[in-house]
Protein backbone atom coordinates (compact mmCIF):
# COMPACT_ATOMS: atom_id res chain seq x y z
CA UNK A 1 0.00 0.00 0.00
CA UNK A 2 1.43 3.60 -0.92
CA UNK A 3 -0.28 6.30 0.79
CA UNK A 4 0.16 9.37 -0.14
CA UNK A 5 -2.12 12.95 0.22
CA UNK A 6 -4.10 13.76 -2.42
CA UNK A 7 -5.53 17.39 -3.16
CA UNK A 8 -9.10 18.74 -4.46
CA UNK A 9 -10.47 21.90 -5.82
CA UNK A 10 -14.20 22.07 -4.32
CA UNK A 11 -17.04 25.08 -4.71
CA UNK A 12 -20.13 25.91 -2.36
CA UNK A 13 -22.97 23.85 -2.16
CA UNK A 14 -22.91 20.30 -3.48
CA UNK A 15 -20.97 18.47 -5.45
CA UNK A 16 -19.28 14.59 -5.49
CA UNK A 17 -15.99 13.52 -5.52
CA UNK A 18 -14.46 10.52 -7.16
CA UNK A 19 -11.80 9.40 -4.50
CA UNK A 20 -9.68 5.98 -4.32
CA UNK A 21 -11.94 3.47 -2.25
CA UNK A 22 -11.07 4.10 1.39
CA UNK A 23 -9.80 7.36 1.31
CA UNK A 24 -9.70 9.14 4.31
CA UNK A 25 -10.69 12.72 4.26
CA UNK A 26 -8.47 15.29 5.92
CA UNK A 27 -9.38 18.54 6.20
CA UNK A 28 -10.72 21.39 4.11
CA UNK A 29 -9.04 24.96 4.05
CA UNK A 30 -8.75 28.03 1.48
CA UNK A 31 -5.87 28.24 -0.81
CA UNK A 32 -5.57 31.21 -2.83
CA UNK A 33 -9.17 31.96 -3.48
CA UNK A 34 -10.65 28.68 -3.79
CA UNK A 35 -11.60 25.94 -1.71
CA UNK A 36 -9.41 22.12 -1.05
CA UNK A 37 -9.90 19.56 0.28
CA UNK A 38 -7.13 17.06 1.27
CA UNK A 39 -7.72 13.34 1.61
CA UNK A 40 -4.77 10.42 2.93
CA UNK A 41 -5.29 8.11 -0.50
CA UNK A 42 -3.69 4.29 -1.30
CA UNK A 43 -2.49 5.24 -4.60
CA UNK A 44 -1.80 2.02 -5.87
CA UNK A 45 -5.87 1.72 -5.43
CA UNK A 46 -7.83 0.75 -8.35
CA UNK A 47 -11.52 0.99 -7.05
CA UNK A 48 -13.22 4.51 -6.40
CA UNK A 49 -16.00 5.84 -4.69
CA UNK A 50 -18.09 8.81 -5.36
CA UNK A 51 -18.46 11.01 -2.12
CA UNK A 52 -21.25 13.60 -1.67
CA UNK A 53 -19.11 16.91 -0.43
CA UNK A 54 -21.68 19.36 1.18
CA UNK A 55 -20.21 23.10 1.51
CA UNK A 56 -22.65 25.36 3.45
CA UNK A 57 -22.54 28.93 5.12
CA UNK A 58 -22.85 30.18 8.19
CA UNK A 59 -27.16 30.81 8.46
CA UNK A 60 -27.97 28.58 6.17
CA UNK A 61 -30.39 25.98 5.83
CA UNK A 62 -29.55 22.68 6.08
CA UNK A 63 -31.63 19.34 6.12
CA UNK A 64 -31.20 15.62 6.40
CA UNK A 65 -27.98 16.41 7.95
CA UNK A 66 -27.70 13.71 10.61
CA UNK A 67 -25.46 11.74 9.26
CA UNK A 68 -23.37 14.25 7.78
CA UNK A 69 -19.33 13.91 8.95
CA UNK A 70 -18.00 17.69 9.84
CA UNK A 71 -14.79 17.81 8.26
CA UNK A 72 -14.24 21.89 8.47
CA UNK A 73 -14.70 25.51 8.36
CA UNK A 74 -13.12 27.85 6.28
CA UNK A 75 -13.23 31.51 6.07
CA UNK A 76 -12.60 33.69 2.49
CA UNK A 77 -12.39 37.01 1.76
CA UNK A 78 -14.17 39.01 -0.92
CA UNK A 79 -14.16 42.18 -1.97
CA UNK A 80 -17.67 42.76 -1.75
CA UNK A 81 -19.09 41.00 0.96
CA UNK A 82 -15.86 40.67 3.45
CA UNK A 83 -15.24 37.58 5.08
CA UNK A 84 -17.56 34.77 4.37
CA UNK A 85 -17.41 31.04 6.07
CA UNK A 86 -18.24 28.35 4.74
CA UNK A 87 -18.59 24.88 6.63
CA UNK A 88 -18.20 21.44 4.82
CA UNK A 89 -19.63 18.12 5.39
CA UNK A 90 -18.99 14.61 4.20
CA UNK A 91 -22.54 13.50 3.51
CA UNK A 92 -21.17 9.96 2.88
CA UNK A 93 -21.29 7.63 -0.31
CA UNK A 94 -23.24 7.92 -3.50
Excluded: N
Excluded at 1 to 30: F, S
Excluded at 34 to 42: E, K, P
Excluded at 44 to 59: H, L, P, S
Amino acid sequence: MKREVWKYEIGVGMQTLRLPHGAEILTAQTQGESIQLWALVDAEETGYDWRDIRVVGTGHSIYDCDEWKYISTVQMPTEAMGILVWHVFDAGLV
